[in-house]
């Protein structure tokens, strides 16, 4: 069984500061591995998908790498706005299709 | 937004009722999965289908059932509800190995 871990569960800091949180997985067969940000009360919404074969993507401030062997993902955050302020999740697609998340870190960004 | 919506979005009902919310998708995506958020647990699949007709169980799929007997429209069905099936439901579409999943904006279903 597939299990995804995320640390810290919550991180506070000062608005600039570049930041990163991390996602383990304990089976490394997956096929690709989501980041995802969701705000209180909302859905969620995608930032990046990081393919099996590759090793890191990019999008504005975020960038996400992927060490398929170790079971380890990064997400990368650059100089920290309030309106970082979310949760993070990151998910593994694997076996069976099956999409399977962490419990998130919270992130505060205080101005 | 890709072209999922969840409906309802909120709804109260009564222990040993029951209850099905829908999830419709724009997207002709193969995939759908049905999750649910609690605090302390995070996200839960609760199951999941990869195609009409095809559909399997998650790790919560107790005193759950679903359907998708067309490729937009994936139904969960809590047969008779509880005061543990207090939860957030999300629905999710997906392509498959190498696409993005994509998120509705939830229900909030509460069991008095």
């Known amino acids: 069984k597939q299990e995804v871990t995320q640390i810290p569960a919550a991180l506070s800091v000062p608005e600039g500061e570049n930041l990163v949180l991390n996602c383990s997985f304990t089976?490394?067969?997956?096929?690709?591995l989501q980041w995802f940000r969701q705000d209180p009360g909302k859905g969620l919404t995608s930032l990046l998908l990081?393919?099996?074969?590759?090793r890191e993507q990019t999008s504005g401030r975020l960038n996400a790498s992927l060490d398929k062997s170790s079971g380890r993902s990064t997400l990368y955050i650059a100089a920290s706005q309030p309106g970082d302020s979310a949760t993070y999740l990151c998910?593994?697609?694997?076996?069976?299709?099956?999409?399977?998340f962490g419990e998130g870190t919270q992130l505060t960004v205080n101005p | 937004d890709a072209g999922i919506t969840q409906s309802p979005r909120h709804k109260v009902t009564e222990t040993g009722t029951p209850v099905t919310l829908r999830c419709h998708q724009t997207?002709?995506?193969?995939?759908m999965y049905w999750y649910r958020q609690d605090p302390g647990h995070g996200l839960r699949l609760i199951h999941y289908?990869?195609?009409?007709?095809?559909?399997d169980k998650g790790e919560v799929s107790d005193g759950y059932s679903v359907s998708r007997s067309k490729t937009e429209d994936f139904l969960l069905t809590l047969e008779s509800a509880t005061s543990s099936q207090t939860s957030v439901y999300f629905c999710?579409?997906?392509?498959?190995?190498?696409?993005?999943?994509?998120f509705g904006q939830g229900t909030r279903l509460t069991v008095v």
């Open positions: 999710a579409i997906g392509g498959g190995a190498g696409t993005e999943a994509f």
């Open positions: 990081i393919q099996s074969s590759q």
């Open positions: 997207e002709n995506h193969r995939y």
């Open positions: 089976d490394s067969a997956i096929y690709n």
């Open positions: 289908s990869y195609g009409v007709k095809d559909t």
């Open positions: 998910a593994v697609l694997g076996g069976g299709s099956r999409l399977t």
